[in-house]
Structure formats: C-alpha cells, structure tokens
C-alpha cells in the first residue's frame, strides 16, 4: 500500500523488545495459549483472558499499534464491541477520545433519500456507535493488558512456521536476537487477512475473485461539518460511485471515496487528486489540510471451519468482509469474545474440551450471515450488470417519493450483534444481551457488563424466586460456574431491583422464571419453571459439561 503523509502525523507508542528466555534452549518450551497477531481481536482476546485471570502469550511482529504510515484503518466501534470494552475496563477511555454519534443520512446525487436513528431500539449503557481510530483502541487495549500484567506480551516476534500435531502445535518465531522454538496446547491466529499461518496449514480461505477499492482521505476542515454518518450511493463528484463521510477523534474527518476496480492506486492517492475531489464535493473555497490519503483494497473471504485441531482463527484471518455496516473489525472483537470466556473454563479445569467447538459453530454461521449482508450492500453501492443498474435506479427514485422504498436502499446495514442458531450447547438459539443500567436492591448502581466482570460464570437472573427455591438451587448448582442473582423478591439472593425493561428485554416470563446469561453476555436459556434440576441442566448443556465434568 503506497501512502501519503502529512503533519501534523500521528505519533504512535512504541514498546521495547525484550530478548525470550526461550533464545537458545534446545528443548521447546510449552505454553497453554498462545495468540499471534496485535490487532483488536488478538489484543482483545488476551484482555480478555487476562481479565479473567488467565495467563497467555501474545506475539506479534511489531512494537506499536496500528500500521506505519497509515491513520485510521478500522474507525467505527459498534454498542456490543463497546459493552465488551466496559467490561475489559476501557470503555471510559474511548468514550472520551472518540464521537459518539446514532443518527445517518444517506444521499442520491443532491438529494437526501433516507435517514435512521440507531439510538430509536437501544436500552444499552453504551451508545449504538462511537467513531474512533484503530490505533487508539488497540493503544488502549495494550495498555489494559499491561496493566492486568497476566499476559507475556512479546514485540518483534515475528512467527515463521507453525506445525501441528495431535497434542498441541509448535512454532517457530524470529526475533532481533535470534529465533527459538515453542510449543502451545492451543494457538489462536489472529494476524489479519493475509495470515500466513493459514497458508502453512493449507486451509482454503474461498477469497472472492473481485477487489473492491477504495481511496481513504482523513482530512481537518476549517469550519466543522455535521456529526453524522453521511453516505452518497452514487456521489455527482465522484463519477457516480459510493462516498462515506464521518467525523473522527482530533476533529478528523475520514472519508472513503470508492473506486474503479482497475484504479491506478498511486495515481488516487496523490494529495493534488485527493484535493480535486475535496473542493469537488465541498466547494472550490473549502480550507483543509491532509492528515493521511491511501488506497484501500478488500476481498471477501470466509474459512469453512474457525477451528483446525489445536488451532482457531479469530478476526479477518478466519473472514474478510466489505466494510459496509461497520461488521468487519467489530465481527473480530466479538469472535474474540466468544473464544475468551470458553478458553478460561478450559484453562481452569471447568468445561472440558467440547466447549471450545462451540466457537465455531457459533461465529461461522454469525461470518456468514455478515458476508451475506455485506455482499448485498457492496452489489447495491457498485451494479455489475444492467439489470443491477436499473434495480438501484428504480429504488433510489421510489425512495425519493415513498417511504416505504427507503428501507430499500441499501447502504450498509448498520452492525448488530448476530444472533447465533440453534445447537447442541444452544437449544433454543441465543441473542446479545445489552449492557442495561441495574440497581440493586440497596439502590447502588451497576449494569449488566459490571456484573459480568468478576470471574468467569454464567449469570442467572431469577425473577423474584422464593427463600426455599433459592436454598435448593444453591445446593444444585455448587459445582457448577453460575452466579445466582434474584430480580426483586425476598430470597435471600443477592438482589436486583425489578425492572421491567429488563424482564421485556430478557423475554422472562412470570415469577420464577430464570435466564441464563452467558459470559459474554448472551442469553442461552428462559427457564419458564426454574427447579434446582432445570437451572443446573440449563448450565451443563451450555458449558457441554456432563454431571462427573461440571
């Protein structure tokens, strides 16, 4: 990727190299978890485990954040990635750096042809969307995780072969002082697109045929345009192709400006033809300056299984999709999420191996579902045929007109917490839980990601149970990874106080109904008759624990 920067640049932390004991032992050393890649899913994920109190080792071939020379790459962090930073203890952090912000416009030519309030449907502590630059959370992250100080956190690691086997995986890494070899129960790649650790292992990724680009300018502007998400399906100044347009941290605005696919990436990226479409989309007198310009290029990708043996792909490494939406990076912290939680109640002896596949049967089909709404967004925004043309034409001017058709203009639907289908660990399917404010019965304040916070449990939220059936299920569930919390009643419990947006937003029923919140924050089951036996059922079929293996 050729670049172009400009002052004021960004200056990014750099973290010292420090030589691994493993340099010169002829005996590999082995390690329980070891994770390879420094990007928002790898860094989340050894937050995560950290958080939990679970040592792994994070490897990556750099010693900053980011990518040299570039300026923000990933920039919008969706409410279910926000509620897991709450809970990982950074959320304050890029809640004041970054803009906040719900509400969208979407444009043909001049005109406006839909608008949208993400904020309408939320309930959550955190907001449906803050705009910020990778680097600064993935900084931010870094940080956490030293702070936890649970995580051998290895800069200039540069891995150059992986090699499986039944028990475990070995890899060998390079570093400036020479290179050494280790061996990990379970590696987990997290570096990106072109992971090379796939290609070893010759696992096809089904990368799409076509490249999708795009020239990324993020510019400071004189007088400040509105905080909003703008989009243009088919901008007037920029030949009739798609133009993003959203406020930054620094008062940086990025704006995205798609291309031809056989585009000369140099030729987009020069400062005088990133200008010329500046002053053509805000006028020949508008005043700005240049923090970066670059090209960006994408191909869909998806693997057939997010786990190989001892091996698990989290983040683009395992799928690739166009940005449309915001589900790329966001789809990757939330992979590393739902990998976290198993992975600690394996490393604690509390959940057997057959946790660990639920991983894939979960994220894939969650990968899927966004490649599908991607795809349908990037062949609305770019026609590949006539009939594709005319469809967009025929929208776009009913959606002038009639309401109804505004839905159907297709530019990105906004990211969401996927849903995940029925399974084995999963009868009845589960869906996000958001991060709602709660008080409990003394009036002091937390929510649901506080709560989640303190160890690694399933939390069952009991509607007002009474003294006998709280005792009862106490003595059931003993053994088990489950935090019992009474909503409202006098169960001796520790108490929440009822709330009825939370009993609508749980879909709980009647008194004495329970549901069972995962660790990372999903619901896995609505106990209509909660018994000891039910809740202690409920618990063992999520963690595919067995009554001897609780």
Known sequence: MENFAFAPAYELPVWPFTPPPELGSTKPARHPIVIVGAGPSGLTLACDLAQRGVRAMLLDEDDTVGVRGASSRGICYAQKSLEIFERLGIYERIAARGITWSFGRTFSGEQEVYNFNLQANSVSRQ?????????????????????????????????????????????????????????????????????????????????????????????????????????????????????????????????????????????????????????????????????????????????????????????????????????????????????????????????????????DAERQPAAKQNLQVTSRSARFLAPRSPAEHTLRRAVVALAARHPFARALVNTGRMSVANDYPPAPLLPEGARSVQNLPLRWADGCETTLMQLLAEGTECIGLWFAPTREQAGAALDAIASLPLRLLAVGGDSGLPTLQADERLANHLGAGDAGSLVLVRPDAYRAAVLSDATPEAIASAVRTALAASERNP
């Not at 995580?151 to 390079?174: H, I, M, P, S």
């Not at 076509?210 to 901008?235: G, Y």
């Not at 490494?317 to 992979?335: E, K, T, W």
């Open 127 to 359: 907001p449906p969307f803050i705009n910020l630059q990778q680097f600064y959370v993935e900084w931010f992250l870094v940080d956490r995780i030293l702070e936890l100080g649970l995580t051998d956190l290895r800069w200039k690691n540069r891995v150059t072969r992986v090699e499986q086997f039944a028990d475990g995986v070995r890899l060998e890494v390079e570093t400036p002082a020479g290179s050494y070899t280790i061996e990990a129960d379970r590696l987990i790649d997290a570096t990106g697109a072109n992971s090379a650790i796939r290609t070893q292992l010759g696992i096809d990724a089904h990368s799409s045929r076509s490249t999708d680009r795009w020239c990324i300018s993020d510019v400071r502007f004189r007088k400040p345009l509105p905080t909003e998400r703008w989009t243009w399906v088919d901008a007037p100044f920029n030949e009739g192709r798609g133009v993003w347009q959203h406020l930054m941290a620094d008062g940086v605005w990025r704006i995205d400006y798609q291309m031809p696919e056989d585009c000369d990436t140099g030729y987009i990226s020069k400062p005088e033809v990133a200008g010329a479409r500046l002053r053509e989309q805000l006028g020949p007198d508008v005043e700005f300056e240049f923090v970066w310009i670059g090209p960006y290029g994408y191909r869909d990708h998806l693997l057939d299984s997010f786990r190989h043996g001892r091996v698990f792909f989290i983040g683009d490494a395992a799928h690739v999709v166009s940005p449309f939406g915001a589900r790329g990076g966001n789809s990757g912290i939330q992979d590393a999420a739902n990998l976290g939680w198993k992975l600690a109640l394996v490393a604690q002896g509390r959940a057997g191996d057959a946790l660990l596949d639920s991983y």
